[in-house]
């Protein structure tokens, strides 16, 4: 069970591969943005760590082989795509290795493809990023391993409890429980902490101890305490600068965001500018770049067809002509093999598999009234449902666990319509539901951790809005659930649906850029709700009648421009960092820790990949590659 | 309990659009109630709201997503009643968000498709929440929903009519295809709302709303239906 390497024996007890390091300490930054494989391994004498290695080889980004696995056998499993076992390095000493006993705690977001580790005191140690699947198997097998306890303060965060330590485990859990920097509700942000350090320090912990002693049941802020707050400090900020020297404020009160800059939509996508950036066998080299024309102006609908399957990771970008020729004859034969599984069921089988027969059931209710107005799907015994719903069927045997649920339906319909093939369709939709399934869940946790998150969002932007609907049973921004599940397919025309699901596919500019869409329709109709004095129903009524009024173009252009105003303010916070996939500083009100110089990130490494260069077609500040590209482009056109 | 037969009567809208209008001014009272409709997925329950609103049957109802608020007004005497319809997502996967909409409910329309035996045993599970969960002096419909398939029919209509009278369940089999009984089953709920009971009814809950400017003989409870 165990093998040798640098005279340790060291035992493997989980194996993740295609784990992205995505921020880590100095000496490691050689390694940061390389992909690895994640393990929690055990030595000889007990210890475990956490360690991640990069891989050597270029790996294909094929996810067939990157799978998760629990390994508690001596076999490795570190392989390339081709299956070739890796000649194991001699030793470890390039791992990237985190003793247990190091990690206080961890935090899990974006979805659970992100996991950072922290050592409890100001530093973040390393974050990952989890390309294929997410770190839901790792984070549940290390719960096997350590105590955890989620932080009151933040969910996402769990705290590792030290088992041999019962006054540690006491003042972490006490702390965790203690909830005194709620996520968004008032945090204090200390401004002068340099000039007047101890005054300052004493300051907060007074108001910690106000807040602790005084009131220990009910510490949030009244809403209408908060909205008189939120009013007096705007109009007191209105009138006088000395609150600007203040030594703290409440932060989700106070919106003096920098003026929203306009963003028009750029040209969408051509096919000059597609064959453009295919080398002679068909590769795609920046696919970085590509995406950023199309989040600006979408793809000229002819174009569409083929585009999506990249977008939607049916193929690979760095693929060949031949290679891809070879992918639509496997993928083909896989989909129609995993067809043949339920279309040889025989009736007896149904019976006696009541889970399968009840996916099934919703299936054809939901199939025969999907987009039935659209020519595509119109008319009696239109055969293009039948495809429809054998598309859905194939997918509750690829992956059962989720199986049909209501919305699952609108969210193929367009994909079909644009593919007009059976199989390419499928493993389009796979590509969206991977993106989506937590939209799913049966708990309904993604769909509430996204009201919630959006929550956070419109708090920061839009106080006012933000108060304004807590205060009338709307703070669950319920009212958001469709737009949210079906990714606006139910507020959208077919071709503004498909123009706004491509943008948003490029992942561009930011993590969760969807909500910021949100908050720019709510932005558009604040003044009706305020003004109307809606309350939790008539804002539902109001919303839901948003329905083929919005205009996409004006949408996108305001929430990039929301997206700029966060980006650029001197307020933001880590928690709308997170939010948003920016990197955290550890320097903010949050945490007040000073900004630490051994945390790297992606956007101080020179990498671009996951925050798009500022550029619009009136600002535009592109980054060499850029320039080369457009270049290309450019010759390509002559 | 009470049953009413198959029969389509025609009560005065008092306006499509919802808004509540009284045209013998002060005389007339005001009331609303919150009303939710439940029930297994593609049973009718939008089509019914869409009939009772706007007159309307759309044979392809696309499913609901999350949920859709509507209101409508109807006049009994002169007593104006405003619905507040809550129209919900019926697929089991959506249950959990159940509670957030009946809460407060003064009336429930649990439906099933007279087609379908499973609907009709998803509606009784329904009952049984309503009764456990809900608010005890919740109105409860049972509305046994495409009657125009009667030729299909996997309900029997004295099965359903049994189980009605047993849990005290107002009961009409309906058709948004046809109207049938659709006005009809609303009415009777309005009809059965509690009258002259400033504890129960809209004031009860916590649920019942401002009314809109000019409906101001209803700010008053109790003041309620006639």
Not at chain 1, 171 to 191: G, M, P, R, T
Not at chain 1, 289 to 307: A, D, M, N, T
Not at chain 1, 364 to 391: C, S, W
Request: hydrophobic fraction near 35%; charge should be negative; include cysteine.
């Amino acid at each position: 069970m165990s093998e040798s390497s640098e005279g340790e024996d060291v035992r493997e007890l989980f194996v993740q591969d295609g784990v992205l390091l995505f921020s880590a300490t100095a000496s490691f930054i050689n390694f940061v943005k390389s992909v690895g494989t994640l393990m929690i391994t055990e030595y000889v004498d007990n210890r475990r760590f956490v360690e991640w290695k990069p891989i050597d080889v270029t790996v294909d980004s094929d996810i067939q082989d990157q799978e998760w696995a629990v390994v508690n056998t001596v076999e490795r499993r570190v392989r390339t795509l081709s299956g070739n076992v890796l000649p194991e390095h001699k030793n470890r000493s390039k791992y990237l290795r985190i003793n247990f006993e190091e990690i206080k705690s961890f935090r899990i977001s974006d979805k659970s493809r992100r996991l950072t580790f922290n050592d409890g005191k100001t530093e973040q140690i390393c974050t990952y990023l989890f390309q294929h699947g997410n770190c839901e198997h790792l984070v549940g097998f290390l719960k096997t391993l350590v105590k955890t306890v989620p932080s009151r303060r933040d969910k996402h965060l769990f705290i590792i409890l030290n088992m041999n330590d019962p006054e540690r485990e006491r003042i972490d859990k006490s702390f965790a429980e203690l909830n005194v920097c709620n996520d968004s509700n008032y945090v204090w942000n200390i401004w002068n902490f340099q000039e007047r350090p101890v005054v300052t320090t004493l300051e907060a912990f007074a108001k910690i101890t106000d807040l602790v002693y005084r009131v220990p049941q009910h510490r949030e802020m009244d809403d209408d305490v908060k909205e008189i707050l939120n009013k007096s400090i705007t109009e007191y900020q209105h009138t006088s600068t000395t609150l600007s020297n203040g030594e703290y404020e409440v932060i989700d009160c106070v919106s003096d965001l920098p003026n929203r800059r306009d963003f028009p939509r750029g040209r969408a996508l051509c096919s000059e500018q597609w064959n453009g950036v295919q080398d002679q066998e068909g590769r795609i080299e920046d696919s970085e770049c590509l995406k950023l024309i199309i989040f600006q102006g979408g793809i000229v609908p002819s174009l569409r067809q083929e585009v999506w399957k990249y977008l939607l990771d049916y193929y690979p970008w760095n693929s060949t002509h031949s290679d891809r020729q070879k992918l639509i004859l496997q993928k083909s034969d896989e989909y129609f093999s995993m067809k043949l599984q339920w279309k040889t069921m025989t009736k007896t089988q149904e019976d006696n598999f009541t889970d399968y027969k009840e996916r099934k059931t919703q299936i054809e209710k939901d199939v025969t009234r999907t987009d039935r107005t659209i020519d595509f799907y119109a008319g009696d015994n239109n055969p293009n449902l039948q495809v429809l719903n054998d598309i859905l069927m194939t997918y509750v045997m690829y992956n059962f666990d989720l199986g049909y649920v209501q919305g699952m339906s609108d969210l193929l319909s367009p994909i079909l319509h644009l593919m007009q093939s059976e199989v390419d369709a499928f493993w389009c939709f796979v590509g969206f539901m991977n993106q989506l399934s937590a939209n799913f869940d049966a708990d309904q946790v993604g769909m509430k951790e996204q009201l919630s998150n959006l929550h956070t969002l419109l708090a920061f932007i839009d106080p006012e809005l933000a108060t304004y609907l807590d205060n009338h049973d709307s703070g669950n921004m319920f009212f958001c659930f469709r737009w949210l599940l079906v990714w606006f397919k139910r507020e959208l025309s077919e071709e503004d649906c498909m123009s706004f699901w491509e943008v948003m596919w490029t992942g561009f500019p930011c993590e969760n850029f969807h909500l910021l869409v949100c908050c720019a329709i709510l932005d558009q109709e604040k003044q009706s709700i305020i003004g109307n004095n809606y309350g939790f129903t008539e804002i539902l009524k109001h919303i839901n009648e948003l329905s083929g009024q919005l205009n996409i173009e004006k949408i996108l252009n305001d929430a990039q421009g929301i997206f700029y105003q966060i980006k650029e303010s001197d307020r933001l916070t880590d928690v709308i960092r997170v939010l948003l996939g920016l990197p955290v500083l550890y320097n903010s009100s949050l945490d007040n820790h000073e900004t630490s110089p051994f945390v790297i990130s992606i956007e101080t490494s020179n990498e671009s990949s996951n925050h798009p260069p500022e550029c619009s077609v009136d600002d535009v500040r592109i980054s060499p590659e850029e320039i080369q590209f457009e270049k290309s482009i450019s010759s390509n056109f002559i | 309990m009470e049953h009413t037969e198959p029969h389509s009567t025609e009560p005065e809208m008092a306006n499509r659009q919802g808004a509540a209008q009284r045209p013998n001014g002060a005389q007339g009272k005001i009331c609303q109630f919150k009303l939710v409709l439940l029930g297994e997925s593609a049973v009718g329950k939008s089509s019914l709201v869409l009939r009772f609103v706007k007159g309307q049957f759309h044979e392809y109802q696309e499913s609901t997503i999350g949920a859709a608020f509507l209101t409508q007004t109807v006049c009994l005497d002169d007593t104006t009643v405003k619905f507040e319809i809550w129209d919900t997502a019926g697929q089991e996967r959506y249950h959990s968000l159940a509670p957030m909409y009946y809460r407060g409910a003064q009336a429930a329309i649990v439906v099933y498709d007279i087609t379908n035996q499973d609907t009709f045993g998803r509606a009784k599970t329904w009952v049984k929440e309503l009764q456990r969960q809900a608010s005890p002096t919740i109105v409860i419909a049972l509305a046994g929903n495409k009657q125009d398939l009667a030729n299909k029919r996997m309900v029997e209509y004295e099965e359903a009519q049994t189980y009605a009278e047993e849990n005290g369940l107002l009961f009409m089999e309906t058709s948004a295809k046809t109207a049938l009984n659709v006005n009809d089953i609303f009415l009777a709920i309005a009809k059965k709302l509690p009258k002259y009971d400033q504890n129960q009814g809209q004031s009860g809950q916590g649920q019942g709303r401002r009314l809109a400017e000019g409906d101001q003989g209803a700010k008053t409870p109790g003041n309620c239906c006639k």
